[in-house]
T-cell receptor, first 114, second 111 residues
Framework: NAGVTQTPKFRVLKTGQSMTLLCAQDMNHEYMYWYRQDPGMGLRLIHYSVGEGTTAKGEVPDGYNVSRLKKQNFLLGLESAAPSQTSVYFC?????????????FGPGTRLLVL | KQEVTQIPAALSVPEGENLVLNCSFTDSAIYNLQWFRQDPGKGLTSLLLIQSSQREQTSGRLNASLDKSSGRSTLYIAASQPGDSATYLCAVEANAGKSTFGDGTTLTVKP
């Protein structure tokens, strides 16, 4: 099992450009999450999904869109990148949230917006 | 709004020392609390998960405790090793699918 993988690992964008970050998991997990990690602010939830075809907003959803067309994939889109979106983005997945299941994290995508 | 605080932000100890990392949270209505380890430039790895009905969990040299009423958790690391050097984060899940993370404690274990 590859676990949770993220593509790309690193990207530089210019302000206003768009891009899509891909997260894939091979553990048949129902729940998937996108976080961003910034110094002094911890990990903050951007969007999450409780199953194929469903998405929900997290703590900091503005400027991002997501899609979960297939159970194993969760895409994070930036339509018009801004310097404030410079961050490290982590995807995670879990089987379900009954209080008993841990989240498995990908290696992260480093995004620099100039 | 749930807030999670970890103290200290950084800790440096000599090899072999026992140590305690602290995590506090403001809302005691939680599903679980997790401790994660993050190595530089890497993702998070789950160390221990304590369900809301539990008081502690142990894995090898690690022991995590949970006191919901006081909004506190501790991660105890016994006989620390240089390989334990990393950032340790705690996270509380208060709503299904939503976890709140602390900023982490960066641990350095000196040989």
């Amino acid at each position: 099992n590859a676990g949770v993988t993220q593509t790309p690992k690193f990207r530089v964008l210019k302000t206003g450009q768009s891009m899509t970050l891909l997260c894939a998991q091979d553990m048949n997990h129902e729940y998937m999450y996108w976080y961003r990690q910034d110094p002094g602010m911890g990990l903050r939830l951007i969007h999450y999904s409780v199953g194929e075809g469903t998405t929900a907003k997290g703590e900091v959803p503005d400027g991002y869109n997501v899609s979960r067309l297939k159970k194993q994939n969760f895409l994070l889109g930036l339509e018009s990148a801004a310097p404030s979106q410079t961050s490290v983005y982590f995807c995670a997945s879990s089987y379900l949230t009954s209080g008993k299941e841990t989240q498995y994290f990908g290696p992260g995508t480093r995004l620099l917006v100039l | 709004k749930q807030e999670v605080t970890q103290i200290p932000a950084a800790l440096s100890v000599p090899e072999g020392e026992n140590l305690v990392l602290n995590c506090s949270f403001t809302d005691s209505a939680i599903y679980n609390l997790q401790w994660f380890r993050q190595d530089p430039g890497k993702g998070l790895t789950s160390l221990l998960l304590i369900q809301s009905s539990q008081r502690e969990q142990t894995s090898g040299r690690l022991n995590a405790s949970l006191d919901k009423s006081s909004g506190r958790s501790t991660l105890y690391i016994a006989a620390s090793q240089p390989g334990d050097s990393a950032t340790y984060l705690c996270a509380v899940e208060a709503n299904a699918g939503k976890s709140t993370f602390g900023d982490g404690t960066t641990l350095t274990v000196k040989p």
